[in-house]
């Protein structure tokens, strides 16, 4: 009897630390990101601001940043500076966030639009244009899938 109540007390433990691991996400002020993260921005939008931040949070791995910029470009990074998304309906994503494969590709079979959004994948890239297309392309940089 003794086992089974270990046991039980045991996996509601777990239960706990598992529920309470999950991404928690908050507002942080631009004076309080990483070094890492502010100096990104400035080296890659030079001359535009950091209007909100916003860290996502686990206590087992890398925190989270995501950034909007007053041009209306938003981003997704580490705390170590490195970019996961990159994303600007506006006047679309700079093009060193583009592999340049990738790139190769968009400019000869859709050479009047732009990249809106590139995010970075586990298994990839997905890239939206801005004629709505969303592609996908595997780490190889080989396309996989269109979505209309």
Not at 118 to 143: I, Q, T
Request: glycine share 6%; aromatic share 10%; proline share 3%.
């Amino acid at each position: 009897m003794k086992l089974v109540r270990k046991t039980a007390l045991a996996i509601a433990c777990t239960l706990i630390l598992v529920a309470s691991g999950h991404a928690k996400s908050a507002y942080v002020s631009v004076d309080r990101l990483p070094e890492m993260v502010k100096t990104f921005v400035a080296q890659q939008f030079p001359n535009q601001q950091i209007i909100f931040a916003e860290k996502e949070g686990h206590f087992y791995k890398k925190a989270k940043y995501e950034l909007g910029l007053d041009s209306g470009a938003k981003l997704e990074l580490d705390e170590d500076g490195n970019w996961e998304k990159v994303e600007n309906k506006v006047d679309g994503v700079p093009a060193i966030f583009v592999p340049k494969k990738i790139a190769d590709y968009i400019k000869s079979k859709y050479a009047t639009v732009a990249v809106t959004k590139v995010d970075k994948e586990g298994d990839g890239y997905e890239v939206e244009l801005s004629n709505r297309k969303e592609l996908k392309f595997n780490k190889r940089f080989k396309l996989v899938k269109v979505d209309n």
